[in-house]
């Protein structure tokens, strides 16, 4: 082989190579796009677990929440029916109380009886239950339930004359309203 021959050689295998590089070159470029398209993929479907993820934990936070003001109610008015039904009790006490007789209040009978009464009382409003005050003030329907109205010149109109039956708050909620009559 003489020297151009070898020239020529040379040069095609230089051509040769160049042409392999190149399609290695192409390959590369291929590869990069593949894998920034595979990361593309992966960051949007990280992004979205992200979000999934702190919506679902606003959404636990505001369950706890949720149950904490739930249970603070159940233990607030857990003993509202309790009390409901104690408070017929406390009616029949005074009612008892009205019907007797000057010489009964002087029994110690009439005093025991008296002494239960007020530790009953104290006991519920130690836990949170209070009297409505009615006699003489403005009718309010949140607070009264008036069975009856009475024309009078005596009094403003919508003043309570007269209580039949005491209302009673547990913690600031209306358990029973007062029942009274009005004047109009």
């Not at 009790?89 to 008296?114: L, M, Q, T």
Request: aromatic share 8%.
């Amino acid at each position: 082989m003489n020297k151009e021959e070898k020239d020529l050689e040379e040069e095609l295998k230089l051509e040769e190579e160049d042409l392999a590089e190149g399609e290695m070159e192409e390959e590369d470029e291929t590869e990069e796009i593949e894998q920034t398209e595979e990361v593309d993929n992966k960051s949007d479907e990280f992004n979205k677990l992200n979000d999934s993820f702190l919506r679902l934990q606003a959404d636990f936070t505001n369950y706890k929440r949720r149950v904490e003001k739930d249970k603070e109610s159940i233990y607030q008015f857990a003993n509202e029916k309790l009390v409901l039904e104690l408070l017929d009790v406390i009616d029949n006490f005074e009612r008892a109380f009205a019907s007797a007789s000057e010489d009964e209040e002087k029994e110690g009978f009439y005093e025991g009886v008296v002494m239960v009464y007020k530790q009953l009382l104290e006991i519920l409003q130690k836990n949170g239950l209070e009297e409505i005050d009615s006699k003489d003030e403005k009718f309010d329907p949140n607070l009264h339930h008036a069975v009856m109205q009475e024309e009078s010149d005596d009094v403003d109109e919508e003043i309570i004359i007269d209580v039949f039956q005491k209302g009673y708050k547990l913690k600031n909620k209306v358990i029973r309203p007062s029942m009274v009559k009005v004047a109009k």
